[in-house]
Every structure is written in C-alpha cells, then in structure tokens.
C-alpha cells in the first residue's frame, strides 16, 4: 500500500461566513488534506502543533489511519491560528489574523519511515518549509503542491521555486492570475504549466477545474450545491483527496488523473456543506462513490 505524505498546517481556525460562523475549530491545510487522501489511502503526517491543541483532535486524526509520528507537539508553544471570512465572496477568504505561533521556528523532520513516500502532498505552508520537507523524500514517484495569495505576495520566488520541482501544481483561479499577473485563466495554466510541473490544476470553486497537462486541458465539472456553508479547506480537501486516490490507485494515466480530479472535486463538495471537518468527517467511501457516480452522470454527453 502507498501511503501519502503530507506537509502543512494544522491549525485552530475561526471563521465567519454568510451562514455562521464557527471559533476556535479544527483546521489547517494538512489536517483537510491529510483527513481527505485517508478516505483511500493510509497518511503520514508532517506539522507542528502547540501544547494548546486538543488532544481530541489528535485522537481523531490517529483514529483515521494518519500516522502522527512527524507531528511535533512543542511544550508550551500555541498552535497556528487562522481568522478570516467569506462575508463578501464565498470563492476568496479574507484574512483577518495569523498566529503563526509554533509554524515559526519549525524545522520539518522527516522520520525516517517518512521518507520513502511514493506520493507526497505539499500543502499550504510556507513555500521554503515545503522545499524542505522535498529534500528530504527519496524518490517520491508523485508530488503535487498547493499555495496561497499571502505566500505569493511575499515569497513568490519560492513558490515558483517549489512549483518548478513538482508533478502537480494546484491553484485557484485568483491565485493563478495573481502569479502569472494573467487575466485569462487559460494563459494562466499554460504559463505555470511552463514554469515546470507536468500538470497544473486551476480550481474554479462552483464550476468545477481545469487540469492542464502536455496535449490536453480536461474540463472537470463540480458536483452542484444548493448551498455553501464554509469553503475553508475545499482546496486542501481537493488535492488530499486527489492524490490519495492516485496512491490508491497506483496509476498515473492521464485517464486516471481524470478520475483523481472528480474525486477532488467531490470530496471538497462535501467538505464546503458544513463548517470546519463536519462534513468531511462524515463521509466513507461509499458515499464518496455515490456521489462520485452521480456526477459522472451528470456529466456524461
Ligand atoms: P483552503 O480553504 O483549502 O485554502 O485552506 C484553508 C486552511 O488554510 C485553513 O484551515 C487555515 O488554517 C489554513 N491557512 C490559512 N492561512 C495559512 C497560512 N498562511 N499558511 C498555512 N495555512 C494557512
């Protein structure tokens, strides 16, 4: 079995949406991306946390097959903590704090059973701790990454830089016109597909992804909802889930690719229905077929 190897955040979030909000909550983008790829593979988990995090929160992660031994628990440290709303746009956070709190002196330490991983997640963090966690996997046979506006901002050399090393490069669509300074998201894809990874992914929230490989895009579609709750984690919940059936799977085809973009397209659908991991703790692998099968319905012509 492969297992996935994500690096990230682990956070406590507070959010405010149209529909509520929710304080103090678990989040984090490897906590999303870690609970996401473990609905089809086993995880091993890389981050730091702060002797302030719950203990319920770690008994749950070890309860989902995601092995903790990369976790660093500093004594006395606060845990990373994120404050942000969606009040004006449901597809763009806004932030109002970050705590970086222990993510500030954290220096990534791979166990050395961590380093053999096939398939490797580098979600958002700082793009210099990502680059440091990839030096130190063997020969990872898959790496995808995801970013965020605040490190394009400030360490855009380092996010090209990481891009330039992987696989799979996930973005949304104000991210990726943000890097490339391009309207069009389509020229968007085609510059950072050229800074190196094989494929990039453009997430477009409600309307589903584009995935920009050597010959071809693919157009995935997003399993339509009524109602958004809280998008905090979609995108992590989106790739996590993403390379976790590509591990699964063991099959890098571009059909197979295909298939891993709908099922990150319909394990964030879930995760955006409920605030923090409510809904993503929900879900089972059956359920994620279900819908998975209604949205290849929906969309077959
Ligand atoms: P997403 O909605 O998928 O883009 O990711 C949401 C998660 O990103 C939240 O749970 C936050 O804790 C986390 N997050 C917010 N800001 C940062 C940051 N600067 N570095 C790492 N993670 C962050």
Sequence with gaps: MNEVLVVGSVAIDSVETPSGKADDALGGAATFGSVAASLFAPVHLVGVVGSDFPAEHIEFLR?????????????????????????????????????????????????????????????????????????QVRAPKLVVCDTMNLWINIAREHVIEVFKRVDIAVLNDGEAKMLTDLDNVIQAGRAIKALGPKHVIIKKGEHGALMFSDHEIFSAPSFPLDEVID??????????????????TDDLSAENLRKAVVYGSVVASTTVQDFSLKALKQLTPETVEERYAAVKAMSAF
């Design 231 to 248: 998008p905090t984690g979609a995108g992590d919940s989106f790739a996590g889930s993403m390379i976790g059936y590509l591990s699964k």
């Design 63 to 135: 309860g989902r097959n995601i092995d903790l031994a990369g976790l660093q628990v500093v004594e006395g440290g606060d845990t990373f903590r994120w404050k942000g709303d969606y009040n004006t746009d449901l597809n763009q956070a806004v932030t109002h704090e970050t705590h970086l709190g222990v993510f500030e002196h954290f220096e990534p330490v791979l166990p050395d059973h961590y380093r053999d991983a096939n398939y490797v997640f580098l979600a958002n963090i700082n793009p210099t701790l990502q680059l440091k966690v990839l030096e």
